[in-house]
């Protein structure tokens, strides 16, 4: 009778497609006219299989669903060791790309939602720290990722601690003056570096001997000089700065632009004759 439960019937189950398995692959139905199977997902990121219960109308059935792994790690205060509570952690497989995100627990511990296999980008926001872009990690299909400790550089106090040094050329060591020494929030890799830092948080331009000192609030900075005539100098990672520290950084040199490679040459011509017809 239509709509009634069919017992007794052998349902097969087979993988369609995503290198999945089902197992067992024949199942009778029972009283209710339930089968089941265990899918085992497959690496693909799409899985698809089938039930077919020979005879019956409706069969074959196919369904299909992703595979999928996750991320798992801690959101932790670089300052202290504490984890952050309630930080909100975000996955993307690149910049741009939609985003999947997650709430942190009261230690700071976070699972991700299923995240298809590949490589996944990290970012954290939350108050009164420096929201960062962190690693690239990989996802597997059906696997628990650690991505370990997310540390996190907390925004302390104005004028808390002190960065000095000095600019120079590259190319001779003469100190450059009026150039500008610039901090940057962060402490990991910033990928790319001019859109995930942004602006400079604190600048100085240098006297006549190439020297700069800055005052700041304790956190996590980069280092970089810049004048006009100049290639920016590479990042230098400060780390976390504690309240009262007064750091004095090596001479940053900076590499002159290059003389230009090449030459343009001109031929000039005689135009030819022109006549005016009336």
């Known amino acids: 009778i239509l ?11 087979g993988a369609i497609s995503g290198g999945g398995s089902l197992v067992p692959s024949t199942v009778p139905t029972d009283a209710q006219g339930l089968a089941a199977s265990t899918w085992t ?3 693909s990121g799409m899985d698809t299989a ?5 005879g019956l109308n409706g069969s074959p059935v196919t369904f299909s669903t992703l595979s999928v792994g996750f991320i798992s790690g801690k959101v932790v205060d670089i300052s202290t060791g504490n984890g952050i509570a309630n930080a909100l952690v975000r996955f993307r497989q690149f910049i741009g790309s939609p985003i999947q995100s997650v709430v942190a627990g009261a230690d700071g511990s976070y699972t ?28 597997s299909s059906g696997a628990m990722t650690d991505a370990g400790q997310f540390t996190l550089c907390p925004i302390g106090s104005p004028n808390s601690v002190t960065v ?3 600019l120079i050329d590259g190319a001779n060591g ?17 990928i790319p570096q001019g859109l995930l830092l942004g602006g400079a ?32 100098s590479p990042l230098d990672p400060l780390g976390y700065l504690p309240p009262g520290t007064s750091k004095a950084v090596q001479d940053v040199a900076l590499t002159p632009f290059p003389a230009s490679a090449f030459t343009v040459a001109f031929t000039w011509t005689s135009p030819q004759p022109f006549t005016n017809f009336d």
């Open 3 to 13: 709509g009634h439960p069919v017992p007794g019937t052998t349902v097969a189950f």
């Open 41 to 43: 997902l497959g690496a």
């Open 50 to 54: 089938s039930a077919v219960a020979a």
């Open 112 to 139: 991700s939602p299923g995240l298809l296999p590949g490589n996944w980008l990290i970012s954290v926001n939350t108050s009164q720290y420096i929201n960062e872009f962190g690693p690239t990690v990989g996802v």
């Open 164 to 166: 000095s040094g000095r």
């Open 174 to 190: 003469l100190p450059l003056s009026g150039a500008y020494a610039e901090l940057r929030f962060g402490h990991y890799l910033p």
């Open 201 to 232: 948080a604190f600048m100085d331009p240098t006297d006549s001997q190439g020297n700069f000192a800055m005052s700041a609030q304790n956190s996590c900075y980069f280092l970089m000089g810049r004048t006009p005539g100049y290639l920016p």
